[in-house]
């Protein structure tokens, strides 16, 4: 008799359902799985064979064919124990019943126990999206697969409480958990809070209009001015996550396996060091996994030091930059990872750290300067709309200060300036945030009155601006008049805009 | 005549021979050409040298090296003045170890003006002190001085580049070949001495920027002065050897006060502590050299006045909002940082930027790492 269990493979961040098929043939006894396998799929034989036998039933005795549908996907992972053990009990009839509206995954131990596995999130998201009823997976996955709404999720600790359910001798009670509760939950501390970070008003303002924009940052400034500080406080002044964007995060950060929790509640804050690959920041491998850029999906990419990155590293990442999201081929597949996410950049003034401080002396040549400064590229500066310059701080001045102000606060203007985004780009597709406007939409968003175009042309011919540069100031201008809740750019927002393109 | 410059380009060509000995040696044979043609012996018998160096002298007796530079200087118009001859500077003679023979390119004539400052400073500079080299220069410079300075980056380009445009003029003294732009980056600075200044050297053609050539190339600057302005410099810095050697030779030193936290100027105030005359504006230098009348103390202030009680406005046209008079009272009253100015006005950070932007573009003052410059000092 033919089996046909349902169960789900992976091809970037998403599930793919795949049909396990189990046959037996008279034959030499053995067992063979075609449908593109990998050594893990491979050896799941032996898994099976022990797991079936140690629960009191019998490993057939014959020629076992496993297909695994769509079988031009390649398939890894040991997922699939569970669906090949069922199938091969139902094949043999040692098991009855239509499987047909359920799905199943998980590794088995040679007693039959359930492991857990990676990627569940988007299996049971592509389950539910395929009309399946339930999914039975390992107990130890029943929080992540309980995120998704709309499909019972059915944990199980072992391979014979699973067939007892099938046999309908006991139930499984379906697990359910309130995600959005458990995201609210989550979403109370934030590592740094902009309130600890005193003076910098400059600095904290240019994060401000970075967020309620989505324009990427570089902050320049002398060791120990506190860059690394604001920017991990910046991650906290982010609008909050919404249901869908947590379920989207956590899928990319199940499949990497970097799953800690059951749902990522924070927006992601990476900060990869500065010898990183090529590879690792864009994903890849032989086994394509998603890299620093997916991995900041819909957070914050923070890369200190930027002109300590090789140089390709960097230059790999103008098109996730341009596109929010990643396309990478290998020989097995060609998977596209989202990547949209705000580069905040560090880095300091000169090679040693103290150019134009006061209270250093700068130990570098011209030339190391210049050197320095051109391991960023020109097309990379590009796509940077704010550079702001962070000084040195006196630390006894700093203790005088009154701390400035809260996240929170911050947040709500930026959650407004994002809210009067939303309504004007709400005709237009993909568009979210004024960052994303590209040249013909900025003539049509961005306009300005005569006092406005007079400034800009006098700035432009003042400080020697390229056309980028010209649209970034107008991009950045529109952004500041909707923290001013101005429908109209005015001459101050243009002025202030102005004043994000030092380092030029 | 020609036949004479072949033995004093010879006599400049000569390695690993100093220019100290090179005199010793004329001061013995009177021309390049004994010193050419005289034997060993004879060098010997002056008792001034070793068996080394006499040696040196008698492998290098080739003019083949010389003819070519001869025939490279007439192409490029570069001039040679050996020690001695009537166009030699009055001023070089009296120093200590002076070059036998200099290379000029440009207006030599400014070599016999009347007075000749010196402006030198470090390469990395503050944005102050570089604003202020550039006026002061521009000023000494519209007033008839000529302006002597190095033709590094910073101070002394700069102190170049203000003085070009006045009648006063610039003298570069570099210290490499006169044929070689170092630093190259500031060829086009090079380029525009030549044209309307003078490009001053007594390195051989084609000798590169050695880092002994530097200290060298500092007492001719000291030499050819009648004063020496420290702009802004550290300790144990070129400019601080260029004012050592203007106090050998007896020539004034004058210092630009800067804030004792500035670190680039802890030279330049060690010199003030020191004795150098203190210099607020171009009129404390010119006291020293001419009578002043008193209509031309009027020219010097209106030239360079300094920032006044209330601030005005350089051009007409580019007239002041009243945030930004607010935000100038506060930056000419000496707070001089952005965050120093969120505090003292009590406004939001977005709203000075702006102000701050408007006034940078008007080229009243720059930001830089929070810190905010008065480009009209």
Redesign the interface.
């Known amino acids: 008799m033919l089996a046909k269990i349902f169960s789900c493979g992976l091809l970037g961040i998403e599930g793919i359902i795949v049909t396990v098929e189990v046959d037996l043939n008279y034959g030499l006894p053995g067992f063979i799985v075609v449908g593109l396998p990998d050594t893990g799929v491979k050896e799941s034989r032996d898994r099976v064979f022990s797991a079936i036998k140690n629960n009191g039933y019998a490993y057939p005795d014959k020629k076992v064919t496993v297909n695994l549908a769509p079988a031009d996907l390649k398939k890894e992972g040991s997922a699939y124990d569970l669906p090949i053990a069922i199938g091969l009990l139902v094949a043999s009839n040692q098991l009855e019943g239509n499987f047909s509206d359920m799905l199943c995954f998980g590794e088995l131990s040679l007693n039959g126990d359930l492991r857990p596995v990676r990627g569940v999130l988007p299996m049971v998201l592509a389950a539910k999206a395929k009309g399946f009823k339930k999914v039975i997976l390992p107990q130890e996955n029943k929080t992540e697969g309980a995120i998704v709404d709309g499909i019972d999720v059915l944990p199980a600790r072992n391979l014979k409480q699973v067939i007892d359910y099938l046999k309908g001798k006991t139930e499984i009670e379906p697990y359910r958990i309130d995600s959005q509760q458990l995201l609210n939950q989550g979403q109370t501390a934030y590592r740094v809070d902009f309130s600890e970070i005193k003076g910098q008003d400059n600095a904290k303002r240019a994060l401000e209009i970075a967020a309620a924009g989505g324009h990427n940052v570089l902050m320049s400034g002398p060791p120990g001015s506190g860059k690394s500080m604001l920017a991990k406080a910046f991650p906290s002044i982010l609008p909050a996550l919404t249901l869908n964007e947590a379920l989207e995060i956590t899928k990319i950060y199940s499949i990497a396996g970097l799953l800690k929790d059951n749902i990522m509640t924070h927006r992601p804050f990476r900060a990869p060091h500065h010898t990183l690959s090529n590879v690792s920041i864009i994903g890849g491998g032989t086994i394509p996994k998603p890299g620093e850029v997916s991995l900041a999906h819909l957070g914050v990419l923070f890369l200190d030091e930027l002109p300590e990155f090789q140089k390709s590293a960097l230059e790999v990442l103008r098109q996730p930059i341009e596109d929010h999201e990643v396309t990478i081929s290998r020989v097995n597949a060609t998977l596209t990872y989202p990547a949209s996410f705000m580069l905040i950049a560090s880095m300091n003034p000169c090679p040693c750290g103290y150019l134009g401080d006061p209270a250093h002396k700068c130990t570098c040549t011209k030339n190391e300067i210049r050197r320095y400064n051109s391991r960023i590229s020109g097309p990379l500066l590009d796509r940077i709309d704010i550079r702001v310059e962070v000084p040195a701080v006196d630390i006894k001045e700093l203790e005088n200060r009154t701390p400035g102000e809260s996240s929170m606060t911050i947040r709500k203007r930026v959650n407004q300036a994002r809210q009067i985004q939303n309504e004007r780009f709400q005709n237009e597709k993909g568009i979210y945030f004024n960052a994303q406007l590209e040249p013909h939409l900025i003539d049509q968003y961005c306009v300005l009155d005569k006092e406005g175009q007079d400034f800009l042309e006098m700035v432009y011919a003042k400080l020697k601006l390229s056309g980028r540069g010209y649209h970034r100031i107008l991009k950045l201008a529109r952004t500041i008049a909707d923290l001013d809740g101005a429908d109209q750019i005015g001459l101050i927002h243009l002025s202030e805009a102005t004043s994000y393109r030092s380092g030029q | 005549m020609q036949d004479d410059l072949i033995y004093d380009l010879w006599l400049s060509s000569v390695t690993n021979v100093s220019n100290m000995k090179k005199n010793t040696l004329l001061a013995v044979f009177k021309t390049a050409e004994a010193i050419y043609k005289a034997s060993p012996e004879a060098i010997r018998k002056t008792g001034f040298f070793r068996e080394k160096d006499i040696q040196k002298i008698q492998d290098q007796k080739d003019t083949n090296l010389a003819e070519r530079a001869f025939v490279f200087i007439q192409k490029n118009q570069i001039v040679c003045i050996p020690k001695g001859s009537p166009s030699y500077p009055s001023r070089l003679e009296k120093i200590y170890n002076p070059p036998v023979l200099l290379y000029a390119m440009g207006n030599t004539g400014l070599l016999k003006r009347d007075l000749a400052i010196g402006m030198v400073g470090s390469?990395?500079s503050?944005a102050d002190a570089v604003a202020i080299a550039k006026k002061f220069s521009q000023t000494l410079s519209e007033m008839g001085v000529t302006v002597v300075s190095g033709m590094a980056?910073g101070i002394d380009s700069v102190s170049a580049e203000g003085a070009l445009t006045g009648i006063g003029s610039t003298i570069a003294v570099l210290g490499s070949g006169i044929d070689v732009c170092y630093?190259a980056?500031q060829q086009k600075l090079y380029d525009q001495i030549r044209e309307k200044g003078l490009l001053l050297s007594e390195f051989f053609i084609g000798q590169p920027p050695k880092a002994g050539h530097f200290p060298m190339r500092n007492r001719i600057i000291a030499g050819l002065s009648d004063g020496i302005v420290v702009v802004e410099a550290?300790m144990k810095s070129g400019a601080l050897i260029t004012a050592d050697h203007a106090l050998d030779q007896g020539k004034n030193v004058y210092a630009i006060p800067q804030?004792i936290?500035?670190?680039?100027a802890e030279g330049s105030n060690q010199l003030l502590k020191e004795g150098a005359k203190v210099v607020t504006q171009v009129e404390d230098i010119l006291e020293d050299f001419v009578e002043i009348n008193q209509k031309r103390k009027e020219m010097i202030k209106n030239a360079a006045a300094p920032a006044a009680e209330k601030f005005e406005a350089p051009e007409e046209k580019l007239a002041l909002s009243e945030d930004e008079q607010i935000v100038m009272t506060a930056v000419t009253g000496g707070i001089n940082?952005?965050?120093g100015l969120?505090?003292r006005l009590d406004q939001?950070?977005?709203?000075l930027?702006?102000?701050?932007?408007?006034l940078?573009?008007k080229?009243i003052l720059k930001?830089?790492?929070?810190?905010i410059t008065l480009l009209h000092p």
Not at chain 2, 261 to 264: A, E, G, L, P
Not at chain 2, 353 to 358: D, H, R, S
Not at chain 2, 367 to 371: A, E, L, Q, R, T
């Open positions: 390469r990395k503050s980056n630093p980056t550290r804030s936290r500035v670190k680039s940082t952005v965050d969120v505090q939001p950070v977005s709203k930027n702006a102000v701050l932007m408007m940078e573009i080229k930001v830089s790492y929070g810190k």
